[in-house]
C-alpha cells in the first residue's frame, strides 16, 4: 500500500466497509439477537486484527442479593464483549465480502430496559493503517 493509499485509509477513503444485517433484534429475554455482520474490503489488500463485538447493557439496573434484598448498581452489564472466533489476523482481499453470522440468546434473568437502562450491539473491524469502521445499535428488552 502506497503512502497516500494509507493516508487516505487513515480517514476511511478506500478502506474496508462493515455493514450488518439484523436479522433479528430481540424485545424480550430469552430471545436471540441475529445478524450477519460483512467486512468488505478496500481497494488494496489490508489485515483485520479482529472483529470485536459486545453485546451489554448500560444504567441502573439491580441484582438480587442472597440475603433477600437487592444491590443496586450503576453500570455495564455484558452478555458478550471480545473478539469473534476465526476473526483474528485476517488478510482482507479487494472484491471479496466476508460474513460472519452472529447469534446471542438474551439470558432470561437479564434487567428490563426502562428509562435509565438501555441495551446495545456494538460491531469494530480493527484494519491495520485505517480508519476502523463500527457499527452500534440499541433496543429495549421490555418482557
Known amino acids: 500500500m ?3 493509499d494509507k493516508v487516505k485509509a487513515s480517514v476511511g477513503k478506500d478502506s474496508a466497509e462493515l455493514e450488518v444485517d439484523m ?15 460483512h467486512v468488505r474490503p478496500g481497494k488494496n489488500k489490508q489485515k483485520m486484527r479482529y472483529l470485536r463485538i459486545s453485546l451489554e447493557y448500560t444504567g441502573h439496573f439491580q441484582v438480587p442479593s442472597r440475603d433477600g434484598g437487592v ?3 450503576e453500570g ?9 472466533p476465526n476473526t483474528t489476523d485476517i488478510m482482507i482481499e479487494p472484491g471479496g465480502t466476508y460474513t460472519y453470522p ?3 440468546k438474551i439470558p432470561t434473568d ?12 456494538f460491531v ?3 484494519i491495520d493503517d485505517a480508519k476502523d469502521p ?7 428488552i421490555r418482557e
Open 2 to 4: 502506497s503512502f497516500f
Open 23 to 37: 436479522q433479528q433484534r430481540p424485545s424480550k429475554r430469552g430471545e436471540s439477537l441475529r445478524a450477519q455482520v
Open 71 to 73: 444491590i443496586n448498581v
Open 76 to 84: 455495564t452489564g455484558r452478555i458478550w464483549y471480545g473478539d469473534w
Open 102 to 104: 452472529i447469534e446471542f
Open 110 to 121: 437479564s434487567p428490563l430496559s426502562h428509562d435509565k437502562l438501555k441495551y446495545k450491539f
Open 124 to 126: 469494530r473491524a480493527d
Open 134 to 140: 463500527e457499527f452500534a445499535t440499541n433496543f429495549d
